[in-house]
T-cell receptor, first 114, second 114 residues
Framework: KAGVTQTPRYLIKTRGQQVTLSCSPI?????VSWYQQTPGQGLQFLFE???????NKGNFPGRFSGRQFSNSRSEMNVSTLELGDSALYLC?????????????FGQGTRLTVV | GESVGLHLPTLSVQEGDNSIINCAYS??????FIWYKQESGKGPQFIID?????DKRQGQRVTVLLNKTVKHLSLQIAATQPGDSAVYFC?????????????FGTGTRLKVLA
């Protein structure tokens, strides 16, 4: 069974630009969560989507948004990029929402803002 | 903000010895816990989980202990091998602030010395 797939793996953007990252969950999984990972802050929860609806949201500004499609694939968008947005963005899929179930992670997208 | 903390940021052990990685969690309502392993350039990989109705769970060479009284979680790795070198995260999941979500620690780097 294929794992969680994130594209692209690496991305370099300029301040002020916007970026869209993609995540394809494991087949049959309907929950996709997004995380930002930086050396100083560790893994920070961005948001979770389940059945095309945002179920949970972390403490990130409105520049960070996401969506989920009917096939459970999810995209994350960051507008007006700042240098501090440079990070590894990870998505994780689960077969259900509500916690208490294993979340499988993708390899991540390394975003560098210059 | 909300956090799951770790006592030791870096742990160095001799190959063949046992490793113990500790974690303090913050939410007494958390009822599901996971340990993840993250190797360089990869996404976090599930190691073992435990629910709050248990205090010990064993896997292959790994054991997780949960002490709910002091909100403490530990990961024991038996006969540590070079391939165990990685960053290890603990994560808690529970109903907090009106929703379920994972909270991750900042990670402990395990270095296995030959």
């Amino acid at each position: 069974k294929a794992g969680v797939t994130q594209t692209p793996r690496y991305l370099i953007k300029t301040r002020g630009q916007q970026v869209t990252l993609s995540c394809s969950p494991i087949s049959g999984h309907r929950s996709v969560s997004w995380y930002q990972q930086t050396p100083g802050q560790g893994l920070q929860f961005l948001f979770e989507y389940f059945s095309e609806t945002q179920r949970n949201k972390g403490n990130f500004p409105g520049r960070f948004s996401g969506r989920q499609f009917s096939n459970s694939r999810s995209e994350m968008n960051v507008s007006t990029l700042e240098l501090g947005d440079s990070a590894l963005y990870l998505c994780a899929s689960s077969w259900k929402t509500g916690g208490d179930t294993e979340a499988f992670f993708g390899q991540g997208t390394r975003l560098t803002v210059v | 903000g909300e956090s799951v903390g770790l006592h030791l940021p870096t742990l160095s052990v001799q190959e063949g010895d046992n490793s113990i990685i500790n974690c303090a969690y913050s939410n007494s309502a958390s009822d599901y816990f996971i340990w993840y392993k993250q190797e360089s350039g990869k996404g976090p990989q599930f190691i073992i989980d435990i629910r709050s109705n248990m205090d010990k769970r064993q896997g292959q060479r790994v054991t997780v202990l949960l002490n709910k009284t002091v909100k403490h979680l530990s990961l024991q790795i038996a006969a540590t091998q070079p391939g165990d070198s990685a960053v290890y995260f603990c994560a808690e999941n529970g109903f907090t602030s009106g929703t379920y979500k994972y909270i991750f620690g900042t990670g402990t780097r395990l270095k296995v010395l030959a």
